[in-house]
Nanobody, 115 residues
Framework: QVQLVESGGGLVQAGGSLSLSCAAS????????MGWYRQAPGKQRELVAL???????NYADSVKGRFTISRDYAKNTVDLLMNSLKPEDTGVYYC?????????WGQGTQVTVSS
């Protein structure tokens, strides 16, 4: 039983920064990876950033050099720092925990980047 709650979304101007946070609770005993995904209107959900249990980080090509994913083991949080935001970054951002054969998703938080 796992619950994820995202926060930090909002409206920002192009070139600005935004930090998203995800607080996890529940039965977290064998996490394979934690990540952030996003979905723009009319588009498929896509991986933005992923951090594995071995602390390996993966980023979508479109965000490399601009976004940073991190986690805090003590607080059970995973964060996404987004810099140099572009209008194409607009979408609903979802936190996800991949544990064994299961995936657990947050409710999503809206990020809107104006030009």
């Amino acid at each position: 039983q796992v619950q994820l709650v995202e926060s930090g979304g909002g409206l920002v101007q192009a070139g600005g920064s935004l930090s998203l946070s995800c607080a996890a609770s529940g039965s977290l005993f064998s996490i394979n990876a934690m990540g952030w995904y996003r979905q723009a209107p009319g588009k498929q959900r896509e991986l933005v950033a992923l951090i594995t249990s071995g602390d390996s980080r993966n980023y979508a090509d479109s965000v490399k050099g601009r976004f940073t994913i991190s986690r805090d083991y003590a607080k059970n949080t995973v964060d996404l720092l987004m810099n140099s935001l572009k209008p194409e970054d607009t979408g609903v951002y979802y936190c996800c925990i991949h544990q064994r054969m299961e995936s657990y998703w947050g409710q999503g938080t809206q990020v809107t980047v104006s030009s």
